[in-house]
Nanobody
Framework: QLVESGGGLVQTGGSLRLACVVS????????IGWFRQAPGKEREGVAC????????FYDDSVKGRFTISSDNAKNTIYLQMNSLKPEDTAVYYC?????????????????WGQGTQVTVSS
């Protein structure tokens, strides 16, 4: 089970940190990812990370502003979001994949959180 928290309403330029607590399995051998879905749009990959070697990948739209991380001791995934823009408004989902390397393809992920709303006002 994956449970997200940390979403909310923030002004342009502000920051939020999303957290995703994982239960039922450990993150040690899983790749993790954050996805988002804006109204009327398809879900898209934002960031992913391999928890085996720490390699990360970011979509160009968030590169330099968002940071994905994990605390395996706490079995928790994070997404630090800085310099937020109105176009970042979406429901954000965390996901875990039974594979060593991250992927921006949602079909590669086995477990999903319920989503948390992030709204950035202009």
């Amino acid at each position: 089970q994956l449970v997200e928290s940390g979403g909310g309403l923030v002004q342009t330029g502000g920051s939020l940190r999303l957290a995703c607590v994982v239960s039922g399995f450990t993150l040690d051998d899983y790749a993790i990812g954050w996805f988002r879905q804006a109204p009327g749009k398809e879900r898209e990959g934002v960031a992913c990370m391999s928890t085996t070697d720490g390699n990360t990948f970011y979509d160009d739209s968030v590169k330099g502003r968002f940071t994905i991380s994990s605390d395996n001791a706490k079995n928790t995934i994070y997404l630090q979001m800085n310099s937020l823009k109105p176009e970042d408004t979406a429901v954000y989902y965390c996901a875990a994949a039974r594979r060593p390397y991250g992927s921006k393809n949602e079909g590669d992920y086995n477990y999903w959180g319920q989503g948390t709303q992030v709204t950035v006002s202009s």
